[in-house]
């Protein structure tokens, strides 16, 4: 399928590996020329020669912290105006409600929650102006179905999902949508770190964790980066056009509910 949006520009944060990596692959496929950006430079620059080696689209990089008021001025100056924006930084690290204060909420509000609002803010209302624009935030699964050991994730997740639900609403009409896009368990970086920490609490391999974890998924298996990138571009495409404040989840079918 023509996808619609080749030769516009995205800003894929947080691509240098894992899911962002996914999406940027996917837009690259669709023609997008993009600003790719991961704090490391070593991944970030060899993602961005590998894109370059196989679709004719322009690439630049920019490592920096997107979560920090300097990095984003950094990406932001390089990144100029796009049409396209796909939010992504890293997610907090798992505990107990009883391990985290008050500066661990304000870590992750400002990671998960501020940055996409930061983003959207500096970004949107250019696109706005040129009449077309697609925003992805990439959240979770714990925004429908709570992952008690990621407390901070879910609530700084909630927190950005409630202000994308009222705000696509109020830039619709210029033809701009914005919606997040629910990755459940996908094989990246995140999730060999997530089960090497639920086998050292339960005693296990991490191995084990992994066979365990996909034994509760109905397709068996974790998600790929490639196919939850695809499903990115299909989201920034023109026939996305009347997708408004969803909420897209790919997860296997792990959360079991009607709707
Ligand atoms: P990943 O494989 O660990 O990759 C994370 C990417 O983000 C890397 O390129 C990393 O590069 C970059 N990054 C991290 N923090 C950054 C920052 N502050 N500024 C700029 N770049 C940053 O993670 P992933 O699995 O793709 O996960 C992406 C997001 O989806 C996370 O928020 C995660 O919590 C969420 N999620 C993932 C899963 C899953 O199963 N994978 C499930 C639910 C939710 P540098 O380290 O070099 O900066």
Known sequence: MDLGISGKRALVCASSKGLGRGCAFALAEAGVDLVLNARGSEALEATAAEIRSLYNVNVEAVAADITSEDGRAQVLKIAGQVDILVTNAGGPP???????????FISALDANMLTPIALIKA????MMERGWGRVVNITSVSVKSPIPV???SNAARAGLTGYVAGTSRQVASKGVTINNLLPGIHATDRAVSLDAGAAAQQGISPEEAKQNREAGIPTHRYGTATEF?????????QH???MVGQNVLLDGGATVSTM
Not at 94 to 104: A, E, F, K, Q, Y
Not at 229 to 237: D, E, I, K, N
């Open 229 to 237: 990138g695809a499903t990115c571009a299909f989201m920034c495409s």
């Open 240 to 242: 996305a056009g009347f």
């Open 123 to 126: 970004l949107v209302p250019s």
């Open 150 to 152: 990621l407390g901070l």
């Open 94 to 104: 798992p505990g107990m409600w009883t391990d985290w204060d008050r500066d661990d």
